[in-house]
Nanobody, 116 residues
Framework: QVQLVESGGGSVQAGGSLRLSCVASGTPFIINAMGWYRQAPGKQRELVALTTSGGSTNYADSVKGRFTISRDNAKNTVYLQMNSLKPEDTAVYYC??????????WGQGTQVTVSS
């Protein structure tokens, strides 16, 4: 059974930092892409950051220069370091694991709340 367990969400003031972690277990394939998506109230889910096994990364324009995605392949873990947080970063953040690029599995989500 595949499990993606996220941690690190919480509440922070604008300008602060948080680090999200996601550990995958039970995946039936070699993981290529690991990523983070988010969904704010009343908005569609959007890609925040993605990293592939080849080392490439992709970020939403709104988080470039503030967020950094990284991974530990030996631990099947993906991280999202979020700095200079803004109120508009408030959302539920989901980690994903993919055999290719499109997510095959999703985490349960972790709430990030940024107050002004």
């Amino acid at each position: 059974q595949v499990q993606l367990v996220e941690s690190g969400g919480g509440s922070v003031q604008a300008g602060g930092s948080l680090r999200l972690s996601c550990v995958a277990s039970g995946t039936p394939f070699i993981i290529n892409a690991m990523g983070w998506y988010r969904q704010a109230p009343g908005k569609q889910r959007e890609l925040v950051a993605l990293t592939t096994s080849g080392g490439s990364t992709n970020y939403a324009d709104s988080v470039k220069g503030r967020f950094t995605i990284s991974r530990d392949n030996a631990k099947n873990t993906v991280y999202l370091q979020m700095n200079s947080l803004k109120p508009e970063d408030t959302a539920v953040y989901y980690c994903t694991m993919s055999q290719n690029i499109v997510p095959n599995y999703w985490g349960q989500g972790t709430q990030v709340t940024v107050s002004s």
